[in-house]
């Protein structure tokens, strides 16, 4: 009975560490397939705040054209006689160039630094404040205030969320991915297969040997009269 004990608890022993060893090569393939197949979930989540961003500025401005006049006079006003100092159109082209540069260098080229962010971030902001500095929006009701300050914290909500939240978090999932490629190779590449119980069986003792054993020690005197004989 010990030797079953021994046998099995060994065979369960080797089941298990061939059971742990399958979910980190299954964490690899999945991580792997990850990375060919698409971009992480954080990267997707800036690439969409970046598209919220032109579709926002673009809504307003939308509105803005309404406002004042009708869509189809201001735009012959905004884009064909083109005015730097009254008109809006100059911050939907900004937006439309942080889109385009950000979207073609985080999700197109998969760029891992923060140098894109921080050229579109620099120029909004230069661009915004010397507008604002030098145009006469501020003189053509909400939407000369609405329209710049929202492009400007707009851009530095995408520098926040690239710089705090899309590199770190890649660099920390490219980090675990590294320590379990490690432990895979220290690991051995073959493991022993599960031991049968037939190899530690040990026969029962017989029935009749084991009457004859309890006779002989409750007749101290039986068995001194078989040894003689």
């Known amino acids: 009975m010990d030797s079953r004990c021994s046998s099995s608890a060994d065979s369960r022993q080797t089941g298990r ?54 869509i189809q006079k201001q735009l012959d006003k905004e884009v064909l006689h083109y005015d730097y100092h009254a008109s809006f159109f100059d911050i ?80 920390e999932d490219e980090n675990r991915y590294q320590s379990i490629m490690d432990a895979t190779e220290r690991a051995p590449l073959m493991y022993p297969g599960p031991l049968s119980d037939g190899q530690f069986y040990s026969p029962p003792e017989s029935v009749a040997d084991s009457d004859e054993e309890l006779d002989d020690k409750h007749d101290p005197e039986k068995g001194l009269i078989q040894q003689v004989i």
């Open 92 to 171: 939907f082209l900004l937006a439309v160039f942080r889109f385009a540069s950000l979207i073609l260098a985080y999700a197109v080229c998969k760029l891992r630094h923060w140098w894109a962010i921080a050229i579109t971030t620099a120029v909004s902001c230069a661009f915004l404040i010397v507008k604002v500095i030098l145009s006469k929006l501020l003189s053509q009701g909400a939407f000369g205030y609405l329209l710049p300050i929202i492009s400007f914290v707009l851009a530095w909500i995408e520098t926040w969320l690239l710089d705090f939240k899309v590199l770190p978090q890649e660099a």
């Open 17 to 70: 560490v061939a059971v742990n060893t399958t979910p980190i090569s299954v964490r690899v393939e999945s991580y792997e397939a990850g990375e060919k197949k698409c971009i992480s979930d954080v990267r997707r989540t800036f690439c969409l705040f970046v598209t919220f961003d032109l579709l926002f500025i673009t809504l307003l401005w939308i509105i803005e054209l309404n406002v004042n006049g009708g």
